[in-house]
């Protein structure tokens, strides 16, 4: 038992509001933590800001915790892995999450539970934060969680909605991975294997859910998560920071959005659109193995699998039906988060990227 083999005096357990107990996530813990002096976090945002780190390095502090334990989808996850490592800083919580600093110190043995199949982020080394409206990512070998435990029973209560969007967060993290500047022959291993299985399991853990299915996604959701730990994500997720933030939209949903168009323009590259560190005739032969992944033979016909894969787990695919009119769309490209965006095989300028949401009103 991780709990018994580190002897924590008091635990710091980071959580949803609700996901928690819906899950059955409290129920299945509470016996595992009644030994225990437990501070439980859980008022914050639905996204992670910066305050709410502020805020919980603050009672981590105070209350002098030294073992966290992580329960929930990727926000809570990263609330979690910002507190743990920002805690044990000399600087502010700012100076290392706008990377004025570096982290040099790691933080107290975290243990990640996601009760979502999607994030990945119990696999990965980095967090995600927003500071003043701006998506900012924190990355260090320190922020990986020590431990990690899936357990597809508590996605079994997931909505549909909640399914089909972090199913879809998933899968484009898979496909951004395949595709990112960074790729290796072991991150595209990781890819393929989780593209295989959403693209064989997301629409019945949507419609028809069962255990196998959950068990699956949960599964495909690590592998990902693997991957781009790897990798990084690239132009759909760089994309989808402002459609959540300013839009609600949700962060999987949000991602799915420009998936297609993102495809096509990255199947269609030459040496004076390619990024410094791609090789033409690799990535082009990568390029085809992942459309025999994704059981196409070309970008049309990908964007139009992709398209049905989003409609048949009920997700929207128009800009307009989501409160999003063509007046936002150059705010919503000047929000586009560089960082990622230059992990993007193609080089894309302003142009293309409003040609890709003009595409999807």
């Not at 080394?125 to 320190?142: D, G, I, L, N």
């Amino acid at each position: 038992m991780l709990l018994a083999e580190n002897k924590p005096k008091k635990i710091f357990l980071v959580t949803g509001k609700e996901s928690y107990h819906k899950s059955g996530a409290s129920i299945s813990m509470s016996p595992f933590l009644l030994d225990y002096d437990v501070i439980h976090f859980s008022e914050f945002s639905s996204i992670p800001l910066l305050q709410d780190v502020e805020r919980g390095i603050r009672i981590f502090r105070e209350e002098g915790c030294d073992l966290l334990i992580a329960v929930g989808g990727g926000s809570v996850i990263d609330i979690a892995k910002l507190v743990n490592i920002l805690a044990f800083q000399n600087g502010s919580p700012t100076d290392y999450i706008e990377q004025i600093k570096q982290i040099e110190k790691p933080g107290r043995p975290l243990i990640a539970i996601p009760t979502t199949a999607g994030s990945g982020s119990e696999a990965t080394h980095f967090a995600v934060a927003y500071v003043k409206e701006e998506k900012c990512s924190v990355a260090s070998e320190y922020i990986l969680p020590n431990y990690c435990i899936i357990d597809p029973n508590f996605t079994l209560s997931l909505s549909p909605k909640i399914t089909a969007s972090s199913g879809m967060d998933a899968l484009c993290q898979a496909i951004e991975s395949y595709w990112s500047i960074h790729s290796t022959v072991i991150s595209r291993e990781l890819s393929m294997k989780a593209i295989v299985l959403i693209l064989r399991n997301l629409v019945d853990a949507v419609n028809r859910p069962t255990r196998e299915t959950r068990l699956s996604m949960c599964e495909a959701s690590n592998l990902a998560g693997k991957a781009i730990n790897i990798t990084k994500t690239t132009a759909p997720h760089a994309m989808s920071y402002p459609l959540t933030y300013y839009f609600g939209i949700p962060h999987g949903h949000a991602v799915a959005l420009t998936l297609g168009e993102f495809l096509a323009l990255n199947g269609d590259i030459n040496k004076t659109n390619a990024a410094d560190k791609i090789v033409l005739q690799d990535y082009e032969m990568a390029f085809s193995q992942l459309l025999q992944v994704l059981g196409v033979s070309n970008t049309i016909s990908a964007k139009q699998k992709i398209s049905k894969l989003m409609k048949d787990v009920g997700l929207e695919t128009r800009l307009s039906k989501l409160n999003i009119m063509t007046e936002n769309l150059d705010m919503i490209v000047h929000k586009v988060n560089i960082e990622r965006l230059n992990n993007n095989p193609r080089i894309l300028r302003e142009d293309d990227l409003l040609e890709v949401l003009r595409t999807i009103m």
